[in-house]
């Protein structure tokens, strides 16, 4: 399941004792919209062992600075709630279940 990152629920995702992705993206990027179903996809293939969310940089600007985004769609992945790799616009499903991987 995806889950819908806000500034309130973020440390409590990614410090959940599993690894995390975020994809930060933007309802008016078109490549973010592209890359929406890839998500979803991922989050249900790995539902259980790896916590993905969304989080809209308009709504959540403050983490957007706090991480630095400066392009979306921008997807960091966490490990022990710390950010340990990254994947900035529309890359294939592949290259994200690497890097999902990689945590696990």
């Not at 994809?23 to 078109?30: E, K, P």
């Not at 991922?42 to 991480?67: M, N, P, T, W």
């Amino acid at each position: 399941m995806e889950h819908v990152v806000t500034e309130q629920n973020f440390n409590e995702l990614v410090n959940s004792g599993k690894p995390a992705m975020i994809d930060f993206g933007a309802t008016w990027c078109g490549p973010c919209k592209a890359l929406a179903p890839i998500v979803e996809e991922l989050a249900a293939e790995y539902d259980g062992r790896v916590v993905i969310g969304k989080a809209d940089v308009d709504e959540c600007s403050g983490l957007a600075a706090q991480f630095r985004i400066r392009n979306v769609p921008t997807v960091l992945f966490f490990k022990n709630g710390q950010p340990v790799d990254k994947s900035v616009g529309l890359v294939a499903k592949a290259t994200l279940a690497e890097k999902i991987n990689a945590l696990l």
